[in-house]
T-cell receptor, first 117, second 112 residues
């Protein structure tokens, strides 16, 4: 079965500092990996994805993530955090080895990011 | 496209009543998902459809929960009878085969 782990429930970072939100995954086949952000009382918004190709993917709002197959990780990063980045961040994985027609999209428990002015 | 549209945005109902949540996916998407979000359990996949056919309903908590997708532009999630522990935010999402999922704004359900 596929799974996603976000080891930190909360990450605090000072405004202007780099931020990292960690994610590791487990799948049987090749993964499709996603990051989503959720602001209070809102739905999940897509940030970026890794399907294939370059291990470093860039997404919305200056975020990027690096796919590391050997460490089965897909950490979210941003060089300089903004107060407006404060939100709940979810990592998700889809196992491409789960069969035709299957779209098992599994989410981590989420990491609350607080950017301190 | 207006995105995934869910209704109602908020629902307050009494225990034992039937509740129906509605979802209109993005046109052209062939996958539709229903998720439930709570503080305790996070984001849980309840059921998903491919081309209007339920593929995996193993996340549906009990027989009180049912979901239908009568056509490509509409789906419902029904809870009958509702219980206080069903209180949560329910999300609908849609996607096509090789893309990311797009989420609706959610329905906040409160069962009193």
């Amino acid at each position: 079965a596929q799974s996603v782990a976000q080891p930190e429930d909360q990450v605090n970072v000072a405004e202007g500092n780099p931020l990292t939100v960690k994610c590791t995954y487990s799948v049987s086949g090749n993964p499709y990996l996603f990051w989503y952000v959720q602001y209070p009382n809102r739905g999940l918004q897509f940030l970026l994805k890794y399907i294939t190709g370059d291990n470093l993917v860039k997404g919305s709002y200056g975020f990027e993530a690096e796919f590391n197959k050997s460490q089965t990780s897909f950490h979210l990063k941003k060089p300089s955090a903004l107060v407006s980045d404060s939100a709940l961040y979810f990592c998700a994985v889809r196992d491409t080895g789960s069969g035709a027609g299957s779209y098992q999209l599994t989410f981590g428990k989420g990491t609350k990011l607080s950017v301190i002015p | 496209d207006a995105g995934v549209i869910q209704s109602p945005r908020h629902e307050v109902t009494e225990m034992g009543q039937e509740v129906t949540l509605r979802c209109k996916p993005i046109s052209g998407h062939d996958y539709l998902f229903w998720y439930r979000q709570t503080m305790m359990r996070g984001l849980e996949l309840l059921i998903y459809f491919n081309n209007n056919v339920p593929i995996d309903d193993s996340g549906m908590p009990e027989d009180r929960f049912s979901a239908k997708m009568p056509n490509a532009s509409f789906s419902t999630l029904k809870i009958q009878p509702s219980e206080p522990r069903d209180s949560a935010v329910y999300f609908c999402a849609s996607t096509s085969s090789f893309a990311e999922a797009f989420f609706g704004q959610g329905t906040r359900l409160t069962v009193v």
